[in-house]
């Protein structure tokens, strides 16, 4: 809020202190004025009556401002109490006495209560401007939390239902912010019209994010399809610009006081709601905020923190896993994979720890960390090989579109004195999903400093036929999930048949990963695979192991 950044218990002293200032100059000037010949002596200044009369109105002017900016509402109150009061004695006595000496007075009183009008209104109006949306004119997210803050406060029972526009920002992009800024309006007028019908507090929280606090005996649920319903159909806009949309909408819905209990972790839970929602990946869901997502969210705290000490105290390990030619088994290099174990000795599956580290910046910290150990440890296998084998690191999406990455290579392969013909980078299809222009110009950089480039857990999904024949790469991997089958599954084994086809076309050599029998390992010979790596021919091994294998 604005007014003076005090809390609420130090603003109704401060309030009361100059309320009680201003009573005793108040009282003071009925004395002096009941005293008119008295005269005011500081040293050699000598001040009558009247004029210090003049001074102390001001100083009651002075407060009943102060008081204002404290708290506008309790201050406009009192100081037009303190005013119009005088103003009516000094009127009284002017008409009782006919003594026209007060006019000053009243005109000053008047000056005054302007001046508390318009500086309260000021304060009303910023006041509003905080809690409002600029673009939609609904609540915005400090509002909402202050109405959760009072309703809590209230001890009301509440959920909040969070919306989320799955599609905006493909009008963002596609027809330009100005359509967009329509579309949000759009669906906050939408909005403004069920909250006129029910008891319920809409806003705007974010980019294409609204909230609703619903209240009584309204049903979240009924609510949120209500919503859905409304925004999710086409809509049109009055504007000057006539613009018909539909739009995928996701909710997720937490309860007070049954989920949370306080405005954080219920907007937090709410959010989490319909995170779930969207990645379900169904149209229109709505999400219950639940124990289990509670657990999930924890448990993702706890790693999140497990990670942070791990790159502090060096929990970390790597263990290199073999890659091997399918038709001579002679070995082509290593995998680098990540190991976690904590001080109490309990390992953690990069397959846990990893896919929550991608959301946040951390994992450009784990990757760094990964990369200059690899490099380090694993200059001892190439010169045992004289050259001769391949280190393959894996490297999140995050970071190989960053710009900074191949520096970050460069220094580390400086550093470490490895040859950059033994790296490989591991990265997924997913990091070419988005068609991001850094990620393309860093891997062609990559490739003319003559580092070689894998498309990890291949055939997965995300990337077209026509995007994968112009990706940089020079190595398929094919998953795991694609060879488990392979053997029972006719169709499969088609779809590893036209990889390790289509892969080759591109000029490119394939791998299979997570081979574990023989029958396996026969298919994909069969089918011209190139290279294999999985528990048939080895696990992941520790460093001492990997570089006894290189002799
Ligand atoms: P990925 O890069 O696809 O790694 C292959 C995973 O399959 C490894 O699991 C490996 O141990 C496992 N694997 C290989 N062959 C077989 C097999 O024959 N049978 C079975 N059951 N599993 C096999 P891991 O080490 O648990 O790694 C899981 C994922 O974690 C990796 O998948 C990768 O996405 C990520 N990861 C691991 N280390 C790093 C790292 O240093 N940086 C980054 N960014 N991600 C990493
Ligand atoms: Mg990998
Ligand atoms: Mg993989």
Redesign the pocket.
Known sequence: MVTFNVRTKNKTVSIIVCFLLALFFIIFSKYVEQHKDMVFGFGDMKLPATSFLGIVQAVIGLLCIIMVCIDYKMGRVLALFYMLGSIFFMFVNIVRTGDMSSLPGIYNSIITIVSVLIISNGLAKADKRAVTDFLTGLRNRRGLVTLIDRSIRDKKSFSVVYFEIENFRTINDNLGHKYGDVALKTVANKLMEIENEDNVYVSRIGGAEFAAVVFGSIDPKNFAEKVIDKIGTSVTNADDIDIRLSLSVYSGICSYPGDANNADDILKYADIAVYTARTAHSKNRICYFDKEMKEKLFRQIELDRMVRDSLAHDYFY??Y?PQYDINTKELRGF????RLKTPDGVNI???EF?PVIEKSEL?MK??SY?IRRALKEAKAMVDAKGNNIVIS????AKNISSHGFVAEIKEALKESGFPPKCLEI?I?EYSFAEDNVVTTENVTELRALGIQIAL??FGTGYTSLSQVMRLPVNLL?I??SLIDDIENNQINRDFVDAIIYMGHLMDCEVIS????SDKQLGLLKAHECDFI????WG??MEYEQAVELCK
């Open positions: 790597l263990v896993q995998e680098t994979l990540l599956s990069p397959g990893i994992i784990v990757d990964v690191i894996n490297v999140s591991e997924t990890d857990d991997k998953d795991k990963e997570g081979v574990e790596q999985g528990f048939v696990k992941p």
